[in-house]
């Protein structure tokens, strides 16, 4: 990035896997999957992009080498370009440690993620088998305009309801009914979407026919622990069920918590504990 002009100070813990690996075991964590910080396609042209994702790409393979049992990665795609992003996603599909996809929730105010020229990238995660993993980037979320960031409502509502936008138009523009097998990410526990589904089902069945019902759909996102009220998240497993929820973490940032502080405040079942502080992600994942 310094090269190309926008040189970053990183937290220690993003780029030393020393450093990484001791905040893990402090927590109780024992995988990280490695993303991409803030990515940062709205300032590059695709052609300097897709160098960058070939960096950090490579960078994650080389963690998972270095420390097998603690780090796998998801790629990341110069998304800019479909072609480009197609051609880096061939480049490293099957290489040790890669095990997800991770994308931005939208560009620049863009839905990029519902053009036509995008589709094949998400037919080949179907194909690999490769979740897709979101997270917003911060001033281009949903009237980023009106939320005051001096408050932080842009991360504690704009974040949120990024998701809440795309989980809801990945099923009204047909990609799930295409992609059956395709698994969804959701972080931010699926902003409001849990909350929200059975308007938006409401919504989508008065105007348009679903090839699959709604609530099947939903079968395909999983979503994160990061609710921070135990009462949210236990509607949040009554909602998608205890076999589509995962530990979420926000990786030492301004909205951390301790990783399974929350859901041991619920007194699951055990077995119901052990998927989604284990079973769960090792399954997405293919760890298993």
């Not at 932080?152 to 809801?168: C, K, Q, R």
Request: charge should be neutral; aromatic fraction near 10%; proline fraction near 7%.
């Amino acid at each position: 990035m310094a090269e190309y002009g926008r040189d970053i100070k990183p937290d220690p813990r993003n780029y030393d896997l020393a450093a990484r690996i001791k905040y893990m075991d402090a927590h109780g964590v024992q995988i990280h999957v490695l993303t991409l910080n803030s990515p940062p396609w709205r300032f590059l042209e695709p052609r300097i992009g897709a160098r960058i994702a070939q960096v950090v790409n490579d960078a994650a393979i080389a963690a998972h080498k270095a420390y097998p049992d603690r780090f796998y990665g998801a790629v990341v795609m110069p998304i800019e370009n479909p072609g480009l992003a197609l051609k880096e996603l061939n480049r490293v599909a099957g290489q040790p440690g890669i095990r997800a996809v991770h994308l931005i929730t939208s560009h620049i105010g863009h839905d990029y993620l519902f053009e036509k020229d995008f589709e094949p990238i998400f037919a080949r995660c179907e194909e690999l088998g490769y979740p897709l993993l979101f997270h917003p980037v911060n001033e281009q979320v949903i009237g980023h305009d009106r939320l005051d960031p001096v408050t932080s409502i842009s991360n504690s509502i704009g974040y949120p309801m990024e998701h809440t936008t795309i989980a809801a138009k990945f099923i009204f523009y047909g990609i799930l009914d295409r992609h059956p097998k395709l698994q969804i990410m959701l972080s931010h526990a699926g902003g409001a979407f849990p909350y929200l589904a059975g308007r938006i089902d409401r919504g989508f069945t008065r105007g348009k026919v679903l090839k699959r019902p709604f609530r099947e759909q939903i079968r395909q996102f999983y979503f994160d622990t990061i609710t921070f009220y135990p009462e949210t998240l236990r509607f949040l497993i009554d909602f998608a069920g205890s076999d589509r929820v995962v530990i979420g973490t926000d990786n030492f940032q301004a909205m951390d918590v301790e990783p399974t502080w929350l859901v041991h405040q619920l007194k699951l079942p055990a077995a119901d504990l052990e998927r989604i502080v284990r079973g769960n992600a090792l399954r997405l994942l293919q760890l298993t």
